[in-house]
């Protein structure tokens, strides 16, 4: 480094530790936002939809071009041609459907309460739509419904949205609500009225993923309808003397298949808008959303108001590359920045998990827990960015917690329910991992308690023979391997969070606890292997085979075998050498077995048996930096984004899992990653974008740069914090939570001597340094 | 009438008038509660209930012996020997079932989730019973299981109830909870959670009667159980990592076919109790309303506390009579103070018709308006004594107003759902009946906008037609003819408010719509006739057809025709002349067509064509009295009260229908009936009581008391009232409203002069009185 570079880089250092207020102003005047690329993951397995909504809003207002099939979770898969309507309400990026909550349709001509079907085998009120015809950006979507001719346009705030209808000239134009519209679940009830003659307001309640779940809303129309007819079960509710024998009401039905058609008379070009307020509380909470959210007919403004909510997280990064970097890169933390969403009335009012009314009078609450995919780099970007909004998710969590007949914290939760999805109790390393990274504004001791019972129900996934034998045995409990070693992470991060705490039999308990992973290595194979509750090996053991007899989670023994991010030293161990553990990391990423298992069609990604595509491989690259191979991890790292990530609807490998892929991705871009979240340690890889300034919770800026960027020069030659020459492989927290400067020199070969000395290891967290 | 007789009328009208306080103190000492019979009606048609509830409570908590039979509304039957549980919430005397919510059942043995059939050829855990080992009392009823040898107690509070079991020794004791139970109809959706050891909360959502009814419960048991099982369609929840995959929770569930077992060891007569708060709105509510309501477990204070709420009720009635008479008033006196029930927590919020929670700020909200029925006695009754009352019910009904999309008041309503049962806009006359009698506490002008606009909707049972032509065409409209004669009715007590009000317009237009019974009074034949739109007579036309093509409800024009209370004088007119209208009503009780028409089979007590089983036929004998024939009414009203009341469980000879046939009752066994709520008048006829005195809502004191009563001396000789004599066939509400004493002399022979000159008639309410 050349005396003047190391001035300016101090200079950059001053300017930006000193001077936060006037250039955060500067920055947020630039438009981020049009960078963001809603439709990036909507093709194949991101489970992206490309509709509106506010940074972690309750409304996700898109369309949904699919209602039945499994793999198109979020309703918009971007190969279809047709659209069912838009609703108000989408999981990003999940793996299992639900949502698709109160669907509207405009429509022009003959009335249909069916969507019919997408071959048009049935008539219905689904139309085709082309691709050319459709525009998506953040806060605003539109696209012109071909059958009718209709332009629909969303937007949202909050809790509320609005669509504009750009009809054409009809004597018969409908907007078509059906409330018996859930993507692929049932809709067990709903019940809908018409308040006046331009609202309507109701409710349906779904059995879906989610087994009890509450969606009411309120609706106003721009202009009065001229006729809104009610449908149950297929007829129109209406008082007929004869048939009906007694009066019915035809302003008001209940009952599980309902659909609503507001009727109009529309000019050429008439725009027609209706806005939705909704609530999981009540009709009359859904109104007041709306009143407050949503006062006026101003849609340009309500999409406006969404782009500055949305440039003002966006400016949490100031990026600098080309604009596929940037698109990827914004669109990234678009993506990482919608769940968890907003789940509590204007009235600070919520259905909680025990059915009941609470309100959140100290706390923002925060729903859509994807627990077993965020804990990993989602939350840890929130405790950087979002330290506040982390403390809220995890005073929701607690307020779940409290709620719960079991008294366990979230493991998949998402509006009042828990889902019991997916493995492991990981709302404690979000917790945990909060707690070390200095947020503030939570009971951390109630929060202790939540995590140790979370770790010692007596009925919960066979916590209490893990206990006992040291790990889950397979001939007991399914997904054994997976269970055992997420757990033991888990309880890592209670013994660390135990011993800060001052509790030591609970740290000696869960210390203990945490090196259960050491019990189901096979030191013959070097694999992680089940064993049953006798001690014995599984025997005819296939590594290859996709959750063998149950025995992993959502993979093999390739990908969980890594599985124990906070020992990874003991895991060196028990490989007896850094060596041979780099040549078994080595086989993951050169062997493929070529095997396209059943159940993982969604995993895609693949380098060898590293499957990006989904969660337990995340911080496997990142290993090698405990093994004296940090080039292996730049190379990979690299590797992953230029060929996973992009700014195209087909640009993510598996599903976004609530944005931990993206997180992923903005980790790694930045050249770092949390690999065991709960310690405060960042493992260092090859930054994916030459410059990026990230604004941390407290106002501070985080400069990282790099000398010699290119597509080729994937190699950290040399790295510099706050001025100083950084020659470990990892940072610490602490080392960046003033913000500061991260310097990288890039190049097209690996610099071997950068950071692969044994001093320059990550510590890891053998359980003697908890 | 003796000078020593006067002077002592005299003294006791002036202790009764000047000394209220003195005379109450006295009289609520009494325990009147011992002569209420709650198994009266329980035998056929009556549908009533003997379990424990409050007055006007909004638990029932009772047996239910019926699930599925029409006819056993109530849930219990007395001629049934099995009982499948104990449900918190029960109908009084409706014709149709629903509620039996959240039933409990306590078995040993084997466990049933199902309640198995009544003959056994099913297993389940109903059990047999038998009447000898059955106690029924005011706020407590008991009986033995015989099946488990389980003696079950049961007692209530407004909103809450205990059950208290005596078990046998049994290692396997338990406590079913089935929310799938339901009177009639289906449970669309239920959920229950284990809180701890000896609390469990949950709700049930019935699509009954009422399309949309959810209940929420809390129950706690006075000792811990050793387990609490969950069944979900049939098989216990539970979690099993091979069965279920993922975890599920033991202490919760959801779904329509949802029980809870509790499981127990017993010694020997071991009393086991369990209390449940109810509440239309939250299981955190229902545990607000159990917590405030039922503290501890402290069983006999709370029979205690109903009892002495009962006595208070009761004690505005001072008879004098019978062992046979007090228990036959004082079960009638019982049964009227039932509904409406309280439909509201205890933090006075409830969920109003819209499905949103309302709070009643001002008011205590009421429910279960059976108002086709309740309009003729109950609520008049309630104008005397329960004038507070009346007020809150008639304000509920006015928040019913509001909250109802069709801006109508309630037809047939209970909990937050309008079922439009029967016919007519009849909480006009209750309004309208209060207004004139001086009830307080009442929005009297969004009352009579609440009265125009329920008699003038658009599409409410054809109430445009009728205003166009006069009538209800009976080719355009079900139950033309009744609808036409009660809207007409309705009509005349909206006028009558109009005038009390200033608003002419409206007087005038209802005025001539209370006179359009005339329209379908047939002269050739002196009868009520259907008419079609065209103004033809319906042809074929035969007197006897029980709902005559749907142009009667529930009846024949025999019973029909008089439904002309407010304008007698009218209908005199229409015959020609009274002599010709009394033959005609002479007719009625004497002529049998001797059918039994298909669907009356509830309908008993006939005499010829009056059937006191039903309400249209109420106010018929009365309305001799309007012809100068009083000694017929006396005759009539003394045998239908000889004949068809009582004190067993057969005494009812028709539903009760939430009172009425009790208030019916209650004012003819006093001398008087209110012929024509909304009017002032009273019809005098002959008390089936020695003597009576009925504390009036003001505290003063109506003493009414007989000279030469016995069985056989049923006419009234005459007449005194504040020892004043008094001819004339009727008294106003004037004449009482300040309390006062009515005295009849009694003797075995019409005395055919008292009464019987025509100005001596009710004046009747011909529209140029009004």
Redesign the interface.
Known sequence: MTYFKLITLLSLYILVACAPNARQEQTTQKDYTQFVKPLVGTLGEGNTYPGAQVPFGMVQLSPDTEKWQWGAASGYEYSDSTIYGFSMTHLHGTGIPDMGDILFMPTVGQTHIRPGKKDFSEPGYLSKFSHENETAEVGYYSVVLDDYNIKTELTSTNRAGMMRYTFPASDSAHVVLDLSHVLRFDV??S?V???NETTI?G?H?V?GWA??RYVYFTAEFSRPFDAARIFSGGKEVK?D??KT????????A???DIQLVADYQTSEAEQLSVKVGISPI???NAMKNLKAEMPDWDFEKYVSVSKNLWNKELAKFEVEGTQNQKETFYTAAYHAFMSPTTYFDVDRNYRGL????HECKDFDNYTVFSLWDTYRATHPLFCLTQADRNANMINAMLAHYQQS??KLLP?WSFWNN????MIGYHAVPVIVDAYFKGVQGVDWELAYEACVNSATHP????TAEYEQLGYVPYD????SVSKTLEYAYDDYCIARFAKALGEEADYKRFSKRALAYKNLFDKEIGWMRPKDSKGQWMADFDTHHFEHL?AFTEGTTWQYTWTVPHDVKGLVELYGSKETMANKLDSVFAYSSGKDYKGVDDIHGRIGEYWHGNEPSHHVTHLYAYVGQPWKTQQLTRHIIDTQYGNEPGSLCGNDDCGQMSAWYIFNAMGFYPVCPGSDEYVITSPAIPSVTMTLSNGNKLVIDTENYSDKNVYVQSVMINGVEWNKSWFSFNDIKEGGHIHFVLGDTPNKEWASAEEHYPPSMSTSKL
């Open positions: 067990v009830w019940n009225q018409v308040i307001a409710m309640q059995k087994k009890e008082y003397s004869y024998y007694r009066f019915r009401s035809s302003k008001e209940a009952g599980p009540s009709t009359a025990d059915q009941n009314i007949p079991d493991i828990e889902t019991w999805c009925e919960y996934d066979a007991l409990e399914n997904e149950g």
